[in-house]
């Protein structure tokens, strides 16, 4: 699998980590959450079976992290963006 | 169901074994059943039989979108073994290796069950320690455990590279003797076919496309052959469970993930015990074709594609060739991969749900072959008696929102990490 950085290219996945779901955001204010809320952000998930918007780092490159758009049955990836970039296509 | 012995197959000798009955039939799915099962491999199947011989209910079907045993059940490396070390799944895994002992003689199936032994290579002083420790806490469960020195070692497993100069040098290890291996396939086709003789109808080629729920009860599931009506609903389906259970409306705490293997060419005997190290992450066994059978951790990204890269198998080939520098000459024959529905605590999930005669089987991560009976045995309890056994209540579906979790490994909320 090839995984294009944003900053530098179409690298191996060889020179990546996987940082996992990148739809999860970590609540604001933790302690007003119910025990089902704090759950529901901690360990239920998604786990979609086709496009797939997921964190990967650039480890063994220039480290810095970055979003995926990638199919889980494929492996094709449609498209990678810095953090705060919004991913496009996929989703057809 | 005809009796497998000497004396059959001595009579069907005589026939040029053109004679010999199918294992199971391919009956057409009834209108409804008492219970449906979705799912058959191992663990769908097994439940099934359990159903049947413990709890009396036959009226039964297993349906499965593929084919028998096509998913993980025939992917895995064929390990059993019950070395844990936290009660809650030492218990239960003990229960699972009583009847792996006896499974061969219960379905009257060989399921070449092989007590070879399986051995964890420990490579620092910490690990020593660490190992022992862990010995020590399943020999008070009653599990066996034994500790091999760098000599029992040497004199064990002539073939391991115990240089002291190797990147992770082996420091000794910790055997559980009656661990092993068994015929993967045969335990799917000897469920079959003794769950078919007892009255099970297995549907092969029906895939699941809705759940139907009424008021909050299970009333059946819609399948690719047509709605089929059931009270009673047990999901065993690995990496799908997520698939299914959206149907339901239900979110698990599940990642599926992809996990290879792999086997050499076939060879001579050369390793008569199952090697695995933590280190440098691959676990070795030798099948009773000849190939070496090995595997390591996932690609550790989600997954359902049943196919996995070449850094996981170079890493998996790599150390394998460290540990046993004489396998660097054989060919890889076939790589394969299986979709794990990775929990986020590493241990599985056997429970009843919200809904009403719905009952859930999933979360296996590594380790769902070596647990094929216990958890038919469980489940199947479960969904009879509608309530979970002692040996199971721990594996709940709600332990992630009490914060009773089960982490065996110490891993924290990361499904790729279990």
């Avoid at chain 2, 491999?41 to 297993?62: M, P």
């Avoid at chain 2, 661990?179 to 000897?190: K, L």
């Avoid at chain 2, 390591?296 to 060739?321: K, M, W």
């Avoid at chain 2, 520098?325 to 790589?335: D, G, H, K």
Wanted: net charge neutral.
């Amino acid at each position: 699998m090839l995984i294009k950085c944003p900053w530098c290219g179409d690298r191996s996945l060889a020179e990546f980590s996987y940082q996992g779901d990148a739809t999860i955001i970590r609540p604001s204010d933790p302690l007003s959450l119910s025990d089902n809320q704090w759950n529901e952000y901690l360990n239920l998930r998604n786990n979609p079976k086709g496009w797939h918007d997921e964190i990967w780092q650039h480890l063994n490159g220039c480290r810095k992290h970055f979003k995926a758009r990638r199919n889980v049955v494929t492996h094709e990836i449609a498209d990678t963006k810095p953090m705060d970039g919004s991913l496009q296509g996929g989703r057809s | 169901m005809q009796n497998y012995s000497i004396f059959s197959l001595a009579r069907n000798a005589l026939s040029h074994h053109k004679n010999w009955t199918e294992a199971w039939r391919s009956p057409d799915p009834k209108p409804e059943y008492d219970v449906v099962i979705i799912g058959g491999g191992g663990h769908g199947l097994a439940t099934a039989f359990y159903l049947a011989k413990e709890h009396g209910i036959s009226n039964i079907a297993v349906i499965e979108k593929g084919w028998l045993g096509g998913g993980n059940t025939g992917r895995n490396t064929t390990i059993v073994r019950s070395n844990y070390a936290i009660e809650g799944n030492a218990f239960f895994y003990e229960k699972s290796m009583d009847l792996w002992r006896g499974m061969t003689q219960e379905l009257n199936y060989n399921v070449m069950f092989s007590p070879r032994g399986v051995i964890n290579l420990a490579h620092s002083d910490a690990q020593i320690d660490d190992f022992q420790r862990r010995g020590n806490a399943l020999r008070l469960n009653g599990i066996d455990a034994q500790w091999l020195s760098r000599d029992d070692l040497k004199k064990r497993v002539p073939l391991l590279n115990m240089s002291p100069d190797a990147r992770f040098p082996i420091t000794g290890g910790l055997e559980q003797p009656r661990a092993g291996t068994a015929r993967h396939d045969a335990v799917a086709w000897g469920y079959a076919r003794a769950a078919d003789a007892r009255g099970v109808d297995i549907i092969q080629q029906c895939e699941v496309t809705g759940l139907k729920i009424e008021g909050g009860r299970m009333t059946g599931v819609e399948t690719s052959r047509g709605f089929i009506a059931a009270k009673k609903v047990g999901v065993a389906v690995a990496g799908h469970s997520t698939q299914i259970f959206d149907m339901a409306g239900i979110r698990l705490p599940i990642e599926s993930h992809l996990l290879q293997a792999m086997v050499s060419e076939p060879v001579k005997p050369s390793l008569d015990t199952v090697i695995t190290s933590g280190a440098s992450h691959v676990y070795i066994s030798q099948s009773d074709k000849g190939e070496m059978v090995f595997g390591g951790d996932l690609d550790f990204y989600n997954s359902f594609a049943q196919r996995g890269n070449y850094p996981t198998i170079e890493h998996v080939v790599a150390a394998c060739c460290e540990l046993f520098p004489t396998y660097s000459r054989l060919r890889l024959m076939r790589t394969w991969g299986g979709i794990m529905d990775m929990s986020m605590d590493g241990s599985p999930i056997i429970d009843k749900t919200t809904i009403e005669g719905l009952y859930i089987n999933a979360g296996w991560c590594y380790g769902g072959f070596k647990a094929t009976p216990g958890s038919g045995w469980v489940f199947a309890h479960t969904i009879a008696q509608d309530r979970p056994h002692a040996l199971n209540e721990c594996f709940s579906l709600d332990r992630f929102q009490t914060g009773h979790v089960l982490d065996e490994r110490g891993a924290g909320p990361v499904a790729k990490l279990h």
